[in-house]
């Protein structure tokens, strides 16, 4: 069977890694027998100006919406850009698949390749293997905002925390089959601010709940300031952690920092066994655009991440133990922009897959 992919480079950046990273997925597939085509799509901040901007441009269009729904897989760059208001672009198309697929799961692994990428002091790759499993469809994210008196001293704006039991219940049950799955400690963090926050409460009762469907996973607990501070202090700790939208979207970023930046990290939205979607965690960057100086790596494991969502686990970790061979051997030599240009890394990594 062949996958239909579809391709949304974005903005800034996001065109440049995605194209190197396709050349990945071209140079791997067939010695892993995957048959694919990719359908590229313009959507991004240049589409909405170019389709009238303010004045009705569009995002994500219902008819690529409805085409997308028919596809395996979607494989993003970055979205987001000055030249639109804040959020809009990033509104309309990351956040509209995101829940108009219902892919509640953001997977979001972080993984340390070489201890010379970390800024921790004395700390190696056996220290830093984590996943963090970000709720994705709920939280402040999907609320609606509300501003009443705008603009006067008694303006009051409210976007609430919403949590739905269905919504909690599959992510964490996703959760404890992840640390069952990985088999490492056999156990289960809940990241959470039950204590401020008290309508996480639910969280609290669904994780107990849940687990006791999995007698053989500990539960561990943790405070979001409190899982912020031990991840830089003691990674180690960390197996696999669940947490919801909004703690997820700020733990990961010093997840990523921790794994050697944002140039490594990357993320599953994904609904298990339906058409889902991967993408590097960095944003456009967009002082960077069109300079062939971004470093693609983390849209390229993005491309891995969706191997294995599309049942292809081999080519899957063929592609990460890749990625890890060419830092460790310093062919990569950093993750940071600039050093090496976005096309040689890709083209790097497509020849070690290919050989
Ligand atoms: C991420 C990003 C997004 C988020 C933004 C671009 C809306 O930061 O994927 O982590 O907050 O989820
Ligand atoms: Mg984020």
Redesign the pocket.
Known sequence: MSHKIAVVGGDGIGPEVTAAALKVLEAIAPKHGIAYETIEYPFGTDHWLETGGTDGGETLPDSAFAEIQQMDAVLLGA??DPRAPV?LV??GV??RM?VGLDLFV?LRPVKLYDARLCPLKDKTPDDVDMVIVRE?TEDA?TAQPEFTDKGTPDEVAVQPMRYTRKGTERVIRYAYELARKRNKTNKLLMIDKANAVRAQDLWTRTMAEVGEEFPDIEQDHAYIDAACMWMVKNPEWFDVAVTT??FG?II??VGAMIQGGLGVAA?GNIHPGQVSLF?P?H?SAPKYAGKNVANPVATVMAVGMMLDHLGHDAAAREIEATVAKLIQENVIKSLSAGVQSTSEIGDLLASAVAG
């Open positions: 979205i987001g959020g990033e509104h990351i956040m995101r953001n994705n994210y939208n909004l979207d990961t970023d993320s993408e965690i944003g």
